[in-house]
């Protein structure tokens, strides 16, 4: 930019944050159709687990400094972690979750993941050009 300040994008905008929101509707879309025995025993674990990923990215999102944004999301890391590689994954095992919604879900996580990493790497770089950046 021509003034030297960094643009605002707004949470929303954040492909981070679109791929958290896409990885919930699949999740409520498992969730919805379950029994009132699998939701309180499975169910809502996995699906509180996967909505705290978007949660914890807009929260972060919202902070001023860099150490309480990095908590927000290494929080969500640790969500999405919780809810693919355990929920998820034993949803599938115990067919609770079909082929083709394992695909979906696979297909958003890895690279989730890794804006998530990314995400911290760069909020952790931002102390160095001042406590209070902004990504």
Not at 33 to 56: F, P
Not at 59 to 85: N, T
Request: hydrophobic share 30%; glycine share 8%; charged share 30%.
């Amino acid at each position: 930019m021509m003034d030297g300040k960094k643009k605002f994008i707004q949470l929303k905008d954040l492909e981070i944050y679109q791929l958290s929101r896409k990885l919930s509707a699949i999740a409520w879309g498992i969730n919805s159709r379950l029994s009132y025995q699998e939701k309180k025993t499975w169910g809502d674990q996995m699906l509180e687990s996967i909505d705290s990923v978007g949660a914890n990215i807009a929260e972060g999102y919202g902070r001023y400094h860099y150490l309480e944004k990095m908590r927000f999301y290494f929080i969500s890391r640790a969500s999405l972690s919780e809810g693919k590689e355990h929920w998820l994954d034993l949803g599938f095992e115990r067919g609770q979750i079909s082929q083709e919604e394992s695909d979906q879900i696979c297909v958003i996580h890895k690279p989730l993941q890794i804006k998530l990493n990314n995400m911290i790497s760069k909020t952790y770089e931002s102390k160095k050009g001042g406590e209070n950046g902004r990504n």
